[in-house]
T-cell receptor, first 114, second 116 residues
């Protein structure tokens, strides 16, 4: 079974500042990794995913994440945030055999202030 | 595309009542998922259908919960009888499952269930 730890439950950040959301996973097998965003009162939307290949993954809205196998991490970054990036962010993992089964982290709430 | 459609968006009911949540997946998608989100337990997969067949229902909490997918465009999640601890946001998601690939799950807006 896989598990995900999001190291920060809340991240306050000023507008136009960079942000990094940390995600570590544990698994005994190869994994797929995902970042989802949830805006207030909405469903989850995929930001980006790592399946294979380049360890630097670019997603929507200027976000990117880097897969680090040795550190079992998949941290999410954005160089300059906007007020509209205020949301909850979820890291998720699935394994290659049961790729439908996403295990989600507890979420990180990002609050962007002017 | 209208995306995944869920109804109702909000449901308030009393303990012991039957609750039915509905989901219409994205047209052409052949996989459907029901999730539950609570503060205590986060996001949990309840059940997974592929081509209308339940593949994994290990996340269904107990016999009070049941899910059906009578056709490719409709699914229900039923709780009977409901209890206060069932209060949560229930999400439906769908994806186009292709052999040899891992495709994105698209989530609906959720149904916020409150059991009094």
């Amino acid at each position: 079974a896989q598990s995900v730890t999001q190291l920060d439950s809340q991240v306050p950040v000023f507008e136009e500042a960079p942000v990094e959301l940390r995600c570590n996973y544990s698994s005994s097998v190869s994994v797929y990794l995902f970042w989802y965003v949830q805006y207030p009162n909405q469903g989850l939307q995929l930001l980006l995913k790592y399946l294979s290949g380049s360890t630097l993954v670019k997603g929507i809205n200027g976000f990117e994440a880097e897969f680090n196998k040795s550190q079992t991490s998949f941290h999410l970054r954005k160089p300059s945030v906007h007020i509209s990036d205020t949301a909850e962010y979820f890291c998720a993992v699935s394994d290659l055999r049961n790729d439908y089964k996403l295990s989600f982290g507890a979420g990180t709430t990002v609050t962007v202030r002017a | 595309d209208a995306g995944v459609i869920q109804s109702p968006r909000h449901e308030v009911t009393e303990m012991g009542q039957e609750v039915t949540l509905r989901c219409k997946p994205i047209s052409g998608h052949n996989s459907l998922f029901w999730y539950r989100q609570t503060m205590m337990r986060g996001l949990e997969l309840l059940i997974y259908f592929n081509n209308n067949v339940p593949i994994d229902d290990s996340g269904m909490p107990e016999d009070r919960f049941s899910a059906k997918m009578p056709n490719a465009s409709f699914s229900t999640l039923k709780i009977q009888p409901s209890e206060p601890r069932d209060s949560a946001v229930y999400f439906c998601a769908s994806r186009q499952r292709l052999a040899g690939s891992t495709d994105t799950q698209y989530f609906g807006p959720g149904t916020r269930l409150t059991v009094l």
